[in-house]
């Protein structure tokens, strides 16, 4: 697309210098490429424009996130330099309507038929050119516009989630581990209490056959009958 206005800008620029050595039916052929140039420049942006609304219908069917659109807001910007060589087109054609040659060449061309979309002859094409173009690249630039708040909205709408399904993880990592700290914690606490019953008991085991080894009485406890069998 710059290639169309770098090409419609070198045209108006012979344009100029034919003018300023008056060649009548070479400035008008110029002027009519620049036309030309222009008018592809503008197709393409309708085109754009076309597949976005296409692209936006898609997205509605897409599972999953959808690939953005390849024109962002900041190219629809740069579009806007067409503007400016529109308006080049216009100030050169006025200068030469005002001078009387000139303007018998074009009134003698100005109906002709002239194949730009959107335009019959170069009479309609050079009064309503810079128009389109700007009405084109308005367009193009507010669904654009809209499309990036929709994906914007959207991006927010996925984050929110992946931000809550996190936070619902980390509330049941937390819950697991505090479950799990706990039970260790019983368990601790039931293994202590066997170890310390354990322990108790085999110090009385350990005592009851101190005892009897050293052949005591147990404090509270009948006295042993040592016999052979016991002592055995």
């Known amino acids: 697309m710059p290639g169309y206005l770098i090409e419609a800008e070198k045209v ?3 344009a100029e210098r034919d003018f300023n050595e008056g060649a009548f039916s070479p400035f008008w052929s110029l002027i009519e490429n620049a036309t030309v140039q222009l008018g592809a ?3 393409d942006v309708r085109e754009i424009t076309t597949q976005s609304k296409k692209y936006e219908n898609l997205t509605e ?3 999953g996130t959808s690939p953005r659109f390849p024109i962002v807001v900041d190219s629809v910007r740069n579009m806007a330099a067409a503007n400016t060589t529109a308006d080049r087109l216009k100030s050169i054609v006025r200068k030469a309507q005002c001078n009387f040659q000139f303007a018998t060449i074009y009134e ?3 109906t002709n038929q002239f194949l730009v979309a959107g335009f019959t002859t170069l009479a309609q094409a050079l009064d309503g050119m810079g128009q389109r173009i ?3 690249i308005g367009d193009l630039g507010s669904n654009i516009s809209e499309m990036s708040a929709v994906m914007e909205s959207s991006l927010g709408a996925i984050a929110e989630q992946l931000l809550a399904v996190n936070e619902s ?4 990592i937390n819950a697991t581990n505090l ?3 706990e039970s260790i914690n019983a368990l601790h606490d039931t293994t202590k209490t066997a170890a310390s019953e354990s322990k108790e008991r085999a110090d009385r085991d350990w005592e009851a056959l101190d005892n009897i080894q050293r052949h005591r009485k147990p404090s509270g406890s009948r006295p042993l009958d040592i016999g052979t069998e016991a002592v055995k």
């Not at 993880?169 to 049941?172: A, G, I, P």
């Open 179 to 181: 479950s799990l700290i």
């Open 134 to 136: 700007a009405s084109s």
């Open 61 to 63: 069917n897409y599972k």
């Open 169 to 172: 993880l980390t509330e049941s």
């Open 108 to 110: 003698q061309r100005k």
């Open 12 to 14: 108006l620029d012979q």
């Open 41 to 43: 420049f503008d197709n």
